[in-house]
């Protein structure tokens, strides 16, 4: 179990996007794709066979998930996240600040 997984609301600590928050759309490894964050322009050849137009188009690239915290609406910042363990053996995600569940 991860503790940052796809469908979190992040905010980034840390880098050019400081501040910015957005939804994990994917887990690649080490890194997670987020919504409106480290979007990089990119230069694509247009392809008539396939349909892709050419042009510049605007792409989210991962970012490493040591940069990112999970949002916490209660507290209304990042939050740090730990593990617990409930009476019916299930393992859940809870906030380190007030310890309610992810």
């Not at 990089?40 to 247009?46: F, I, L, N, V």
């Not at 008539?48 to 137009?53: C, I, M, R, Y």
């Not at 490493?64 to 393992?91: I, Q, Y």
Request: no cysteine; aromatic share 2%; proline share 3%.
């Amino acid at each position: 179990m991860r503790k940052i997984s796809t469908g979190d609301d992040v905010i980034v600590v840390t880098g050019k996007d400081k501040g910015r928050r957005g939804t994990v759309r994917q887990i690649i490894e080490d890194k997670a794709v987020v919504d409106g964050v480290n979007v990089a322009r990119k230069h694509q050849k247009g392809n008539p066979n396939s349909g892709v137009a050419g042009g510049i188009i605007d792409k989210e690239m991962p970012i490493d998930l040591s940069n990112l915290m999970v949002f916490n609406p209660a507290t209304g910042k990042g939050d740090r996240v730990g593990f617990k363990t409930l009476d019916d053996g299930k393992k859940v995600r809870i906030f380190k600040s007030n310890g309610e569940t992810v």
